[in-house]
């Protein structure tokens, strides 16, 4: 078996490293709101949350739509 690995193309390079920071972002930023945010405001309990932000992209998205209780 051969397991030449080819490079990845320079033109991919750039979009696949801004998702990550974005997705690294979105993560961060739902699980700070998570730390700081009372249990009364959220819909579900904050473990659950904290496990979906881990979710790509869908998990902080749906915890900053759906997750907090608008005041």
Known sequence: ???HRRPL???LRL???IAALVQITLT???LRDL???DAAQLRGPK???AAAS???FI??????TYGRRRS
């Open 54 to 56: 881990f979710v790509n």
């Open 15 to 17: 979009p696949i490293v």
């Open 1 to 3: 078996m051969s397991s």
């Open 35 to 37: 730390r700081h945010r």
């Open 28 to 30: 961060a930023a739902a």
């Open 9 to 11: 193309d320079p033109r």
């Open 59 to 64: 998990g902080p998205i749906a915890y900053f």
């Open 47 to 49: 473990k659950v949350w």
